[in-house]
């Protein structure tokens, strides 16, 4: 079975450039969170969706940053204006229920780099 | 809120013997479950092991187990006959809820041949 699959794997972009992180979730599960991992701040969550509708988003830095899940199998984050900041491995996870103690799966993660 | 603590930046290890990663955390709940996962230098997130606290049996996989002190609040990752391909960033993670799974810092392990 396939898992997790993100896209692409390696983004470089400039400042001011709109960029887009693509997310499939293993097949059946229901619930899908996106992290970002930097050397400060280790891994945090973004925002968690279940039956793609985001359920926490607590966790998105600002404005520029927005995710949607049209459907079961897919789900985008995207940063409008990137910055610089922004530089960082940002990861897909899914898991079958979101219900309490379900183990996450992730994806291979993007590497995003703003010039 | 949860915390992990991971107090071992890096270790290393001989090819064919055994490592302990240490992790504690810090919580009020009684019924939670914790997690170790494994990044390889190709950067994926793989699931190690799982624990649930209300278990007292220590979880296994294969040459991996973990040593699960809920009063001492502490979940230590044992490998046994350590492999090349067991070098990578080893995370220790906390979850209560779904949208608040907590890491730690993560232990830096090197497998010498």
């Known amino acids: 079975d396939a898992g997790v699959i993100q896209s692409p794997r390696h983004e470089v972009t400039e400042m001011g450039q709109e960029v887009t992180l693509r997310c499939k979730p293993i097949?059946?599960?229901?619930?899908l969170f996106w992290y970002r991992q930097t050397m400060m701040r280790g891994l945090e969550l973004l925002i968690y969706?279940?039956?793609?509708?985001?359920?926490?988003d607590s966790g998105m830095p600002e404005d520029r940053f927005s995710a949607k899940m049209p459907n079961a199998s897919f789900s985008t984050l995207k940063i409008q204006p990137s910055e610089p900041r922004d530089s960082a491995v940002y990861f897909c996870?899914?898991?079958?229920?979101?219900?309490?103690?379900?183990?996450?799966?992730f994806g291979p993660g993007t590497r995003l780099t703003v010039l | 809120a949860q915390t992990v603590t991971q107090s071992q930046p890096e270790m290393s290890v001989q090819e064919a013997e055994t490592v302990t990663l240490s992790c504690t955390y810090d919580?009020?709940?009684?019924?939670?479950?914790l997690f170790w996962y494994k990044q390889p230098p190709s950067r994926q997130m793989i699931l190690v092991i799982r624990?649930?606290?209300?278990?007292?049996q220590n979880a296994t996989e294969n040459r991996f187990s973990v040593n699960f002190q809920k009063a001492a609040k502490s979940f230590s990752l044992k490998i046994s006959d350590s492999q090349l391909g067991d070098t990578a960033m080893y995370f220790c993670?906390?979850?209560?809820?779904?949208?608040?799974?907590?890491f730690g810092a993560g232990t830096r392990l090197t497998v010498k041949p």
């Open positions: 996870a899914s898991s079958l229920t979101g219900g309490e103690g379900d183990t996450q799966y």
């Open positions: 097949s059946g599960h229901n619930s």
């Open positions: 969706f279940n039956n793609n509708v985001p359920i926490d």
């Open positions: 919580t009020s709940e009684s019924n939670y479950y």
């Open positions: 624990q649930e606290a209300y278990k007292q």
């Open positions: 993670a906390f979850m209560k809820r779904s949208n608040d799974m907590r």
